[in-house]
């Protein structure tokens, strides 16, 4: 009972005191945004190239990233850059990490914005993971332990110390746990409903975020997790049309409002403050649920994580 009703508290949220006006000055900023080319991505990306940052959106899709590099540097009069990233493939991911560590000397900003959301169940990723674990987990995880060296250098090297990973969650772990005989395909995840995989998928970013903020902080890392929000976007796609509709009328933000609380997080001179803190809307700290605390679930996940990408 307590779950849903932190549910419905974050999912009608008091209008937020946080707005892009408040983002800093960004010039010289680097940052990353995984799935910048649709949805709350993309506003994020948006916010951030009006403020001055060079960012670099991570896809999959890269006829839509570059639609949206268009679309930006109209909005902004500001050039994005893309690389290719596919959070399902993690030799691409190694490959992708790469280019950009080929590009750049340094990392400000990560935002681990990329995510999906409900697909069919027999979907994996072609590394055989179920594909919301595999994907909003797992790929992000990999992604951003590859990225960890430039992170942690990058924060050396600024007068503030930092550096930021932002790790978009869900409400929807509220609803989730921690099965690790599910994260690869096999019967036990065969039995899962789409639903519970998601809520899981969720579950696991936070404590994610968690544990890197315990095993960073002291080198300038700064890791917060955050629910965006119940909000209009792309996510959506293998959600039932009819269910859809019926969501805009009840509970749906517009998209931009989705990007306040990851803007927050990555930007904030206050949120440099935060590290391994949950948000929630809008730009507000709040505790998740208590298991996503656990010290033994996050040493297992990482140990369980560490261990799927040794040989990649």
């Known amino acids: 009972m307590g779950n849903l009703v932190s549910w419905l508290g974050d999912a009608a949220p008091p209008k937020s005191t946080f707005s892009v006006d408040q983002i800093p000055d960004l010039t010289g900023k680097v940052v990353i945004v995984t ?29 839509s990233s570059e639609e949206t590099v268009r679309q930006l540097k109209q909005e902004t009069g500001n050039e994005a850059f893309f690389f290719k990233l596919d959070l399902g493939d993690l030799k691409a991911i190694k490959s992708s990490a790469e280019e950009f560590l080929g590009k750049e000397t340094q990392l400000h900003i990560l935002i681990n914005n990329a995510g999906v959301m409900v697909p ?3 979907l994996v990723t072609s590394d055989g993971y179920d594909l919301q674990f595999g994907t909003n987990v797992l790929g992000h995880y990999y992604f951003t332990k590859l990225l960890l060296p430039v992170l942690t250098s990058t924060a050396k090297a600024t007068p503030e110390g930092k550096v930021r990973v932002v790790n978009v969650a869900s409400c929807a772990h509220l609803f989730g746990k921690l099965d690790f005989n599910t994260f690869k395909d096999g019967p036990a995840r065969k039995k899962c409903t789409t639903g519970a995989l998601y809520n899981q998928s969720k579950f696991g970013n936070i404590i994610l975020a968690l544990e890197l903020a315990k095993r960073y902080g002291d080198q300038g890392i700064i890791s917060t997790a955050l629910n965006p929000g119940n909000i209009r976007s792309d996510l959506l796609r ?23 609380t990851q803007l927050y997080a990555a930007t904030s001179p206050e949120a440099a403050s935060l590290n391994g803190k949950y948000l929630v809307p809008w730009a507000r700290v709040k505790s998740p649920r208590q298991e996503t605390q656990d010290p033994q679930l996050g040493k297992a996940l990482w140990d369980w994580l560490e261990e799927q990408v040794k040989d990649v």
Do not use: D
Request: hydrophobic share 45%.
């Open 120 to 122: 069919p169940v027999e």
């Open 238 to 260: 293998h959600v039932p049309s009819i269910v859809q509709q019926i969501l805009s009328v009840v509970v749906l933000y517009p998209t931009p409002q989705g990007a306040l």
């Open 35 to 63: 799935g910048a080319n649709t949805g709350i991505g993309k506003e994020t990306a948006k916010a951030l190239l009006a403020h001055g940052a060079k960012v670099y959106i991570a896809a999959r899709n890269q006829a």
